[in-house]
């Protein structure tokens, strides 16, 4: 518990450098000057592609076990990756990063975070391009790309992505890899917005788990409003291997992920079966149980 409020004290007053935790800490903050492992001399790894759009519930790890983030974590090639939080969705919300640090230090990694709001760091795509893996929480999406297309984040993630560096996130952290997608984000209700486009079509979070989600997002295809895209369940990931769907995973014996398009006039939604990462045992026992 000690370590805990000094690290609550230490963002509080600006951020983990000011806690006074070290490495071997439960909440690990390394400096910028730490580097990945690179490739031996002479060698050039091929660059992969990869994004994890997940429906939602990404980093819950009591239900999950963080499934989804450990098969993402395992794309980067590296036995101890580098991963990086960016909480923007949230306004940078303590609480954010507090949950991101206790799910994740479940897990064999070095964890940092930069928050655009208030950064420890004097410049973003130094330290960003510097990690293996880089984790979008979720939140309000429509904030969010606001402030990442004016602080030029966007052109850096692009950069990231296209470096190899693995992009994966929950929720907001879902479709802002998309062209477009169906957000909570204004007021009372919810509405198409455009995304960053590193992927083709629309996305659609927490489809089955919110009411009417799956409704809207089926009407905005159908007039117009979205393209044609995929939707995801709480705890279902969408493994994009360069700009096309690679795999469908999840981390819930129950959850799918979904293509939803518009063909004529009506609205076609077709079920993507995933591959459940967790035991065998509990997908039997789901689909018995049902």
């Not at 395992?74 to 969705?89: E, H, I, M, Q």
């Not at 190899?164 to 997608?181: K, M, N, R, Y």
């Not at 819930?252 to 398009?261: D, F, L, N, Q, T």
């Amino acid at each position: 518990m000690t370590n805990r409020r000094r690290f609550l004290g230490g963002l509080a007053a600006g951020g983990l450098a000011a806690s006074g935790l070290g490495v071997g800490a439960k909440f690990p903050f390394l400096s910028t000057a730490s580097a990945a492992a690179s490739s031996p001399s002479g060698m050039q790894k091929e660059v992969q592609k990869n994004i994890i759009a997940i429906g939602g519930a990404g980093l819950n790890w009591k239900r999950d076990r963080l499934l989804l983030t450990r098969y993402a974590f395992s794309l980067s090639g590296k036995k101890n990756p580098r991963v990086c939080l960016l909480p923007t969705a949230t306004g940078d919300s303590l609480r954010t990063i507090v949950n991101y640090y206790e799910a994740v230090n479940n897990l064999i990694c070095r964890p940092e975070h930069l928050r655009i709001y208030s950064p420890h760091v004097t410049d973003f795509a130094d330290y960003l391009l510097s990690f293996d893996v880089i984790y979008v929480g979720g939140g309000n999406t429509l904030n969010m790309l606001a402030i990442w297309r004016e602080q030029g984040i966007v052109d850096i993630l692009r950069e990231a992505w296209e470096k190899g560096i693995v992009l994966l996130g929950s929720s907001a952290g879902s479709i802002c890899w998309f062209e477009q997608g169906s957000t909570d984000s204004r007021p009372g209700r919810l509405t198409a917005m455009k995304c960053m486009g590193f992927l083709e079509g629309s996305n659609c979070p927490h489809y089955s788990s919110e009411r009417a989600r799956r409704s809207t997002y089926h009407r905005m295809i159908k007039d117009g409003r979205l393209k044609n895209g995929l939707a995801a369940d709480d705890g279902c990931g969408l493994h994009y291997q360069e700009t096309k769907l690679h795999k469908v995973i999840s981390s819930r014996p129950r959850a799918m992920a979904y293509s939803v398009k518009k063909e004529s006039d009506y609205i076609v939604e077709t079920p993507l079966q995933p591959e459940y990462l967790g035991d065998k045992k509990s997908l039997q026992t789901a689909y018995i149980d049902s």
